[in-house]
């Protein structure tokens, strides 16, 4: 039976005492707590240890050995995500979020590793997904479309012109009118 409160596996403790370590460095650089201020800075570093203790259970009640009911290889590897990720002083916005409590240890256990980087990185990844985008979609051809009349006409539409063609002569763009091959004369013209 998973429990919250049963730290006897020996990684689960080493990963609540590094989360322990990566929340206190971040709520007392975002917290504004003067270190003068005794009452105030235990607050901010028992809100730290509270944040990291949901977050180290969160991430046990998903990645947890079905068996043996102790921490697996799914859970190092999430936990090392979070780790190197959340540990990086460049993530501003989001340790701001953390401090105050706008996100919580269950979303930061949802988020990606692109959810968890910095804006830099983000804006170069949606960059280059919209790069590879484009150059995944094929682009539009201009071939010609040719449909045969009931005379045996063949119009072929090229970029929105009409060309009418016999099946084994070229047909002038002026007898569009009425299909008239240019070796015949019209009767009009003469």
């Known amino acids: 039976m998973k429990t ?16 322990e370590e990566v929340f206190r460095s971040i709520f007392l650089r975002y917290s504004h707590v003067n270190f ?13 240890k509270q944040f990291a203790k949901e977050l180290e259970h969160c991430i046990f009640e998903i990645y947890c050995e079905s068996d043996s009911q102790h921490a697996g290889a799914k859970y190092k590897d999430h936990f090392r995500t979070l780790q190197s990720s959340l540990s990086k002083v460049d993530r ?5 979020c953390i401090v105050s409590r706008q996100i919580t240890p269950k979303e930061i256990f949802t ?8 804006e830099e990185t983000k804006q170069s990844i949606k960059f280059a997904e919209q790069e590879a985008l484009e150059h995944s979609i094929l682009q539009k051809t201009t071939a010609p479309h040719t449909k045969i009349t009931h005379r045996g006409c063949r119009i072929s539409t090229v970029a929105g012109a009409n060309v009418r063609r016999k099946s084994s002569s ?21």
């Open 170 to 190: 070229v047909w002038s763009a002026n007898a569009s009118r009425d299909c008239v091959p240019h070796s015949r004369p019209r009767r009009d013209s003469v």
């Open 36 to 48: 003068d201020d005794s009452e105030r800075l235990v607050s901010s570093l028992g809100g730290a």
């Open 4 to 19: 919250a409160d049963s730290y006897d596996d020996p990684t689960r403790a080493y990963c609540l005492t590094k989360l």
């Open 92 to 96: 501003v916005v989001l340790h701001k």
């Open 111 to 118: 988020m990606s590793s692109t959810d968890l980087a910095d």
